[in-house]
């Protein structure tokens, strides 16, 4: 369960809120980043596509059971660090989650460098939006 309700604000969505462990990875064909497309065949955006205006959302990878394709999220401190309301989505996931639930996250960015970012790779709250209606089918 969640940690406690969040409700909606400028920055976030409102939802129940999960503690996570957060990594990074980056659109490459190799068996650990596991290529350019999410779980349904979808080319990945990432959170500097987001950034760049080039995508109405940023994409991340976790447990395909908890959460179902296209769930919208909020981690409110990646939105303070880049001062935007950053849309995330559940649109990608990997042997690496099974069986996590909510205690994984990948976030997908650019470039191996930007999947350095410590800001990403830590522990860290995210709020899964009890409004759906901007969910990805």
């Given at each position: 369960?969640?940690?406690?309700?969040?409700?909606?604000?400028?920055?976030?969505?409102?939802?129940?809120?999960?503690?996570?462990?957060?990594?990074?990875?980056?659109?490459?064909?190799?068996?650990?980043?596991?290529?350019?497309?999410?779980?349904?065949?979808?080319?990945?955006?990432?959170?500097?596509?987001?950034?760049?205006?080039?995508?109405?959302?940023?994409?991340?990878?976790?447990?395909?059971?908890?959460?179902?394709?296209?769930?919208?999220?909020?981690?409110?401190?990646?939105?303070?660090?880049?001062?935007?309301?950053?849309?995330?989505?559940?649109?990608?996931?990997?042997?690496?989650?099974?069986?996590?639930?909510?205690?994984?996250?990948?976030?997908?960015?650019?470039?191996?460098?930007?999947?350095?970012?410590?800001?990403?790779?830590?522990?860290?709250?995210?709020?899964?939006?009890e409004d759906q209606r901007h969910q990805i089918k």
């Amino acid at each position: 369960p969640g940690l406690r309700y969040e409700a909606a604000s400028r920055d976030c969505c409102g939802g129940r809120v999960y503690r996570t462990r957060g990594t990074a990875y980056y659109p490459y064909n190799d068996r650990m980043q596991g290529g350019h497309f999410d779980r349904r065949g979808k080319k990945l955006v990432t959170l500097q596509d987001y950034l760049d205006g080039k995508s109405d959302y940023a994409a991340v990878a976790m447990d395909s059971k908890v959460l179902p394709y296209g769930t919208a999220i909020c981690i409110p401190h990646l939105n303070k660090k880049y001062g935007a309301s950053i849309p995330f989505r559940v649109v990608d996931t990997g042997g690496a989650f099974r069986n996590k639930k909510t205690s994984r996250m990948d976030v997908c960015t650019r470039s191996k460098k930007h999947s350095r970012d410590a800001a990403i790779n830590r522990s860290f709250e995210f709020i899964v939006c009890e409004d759906q209606r901007h969910q990805i089918k």
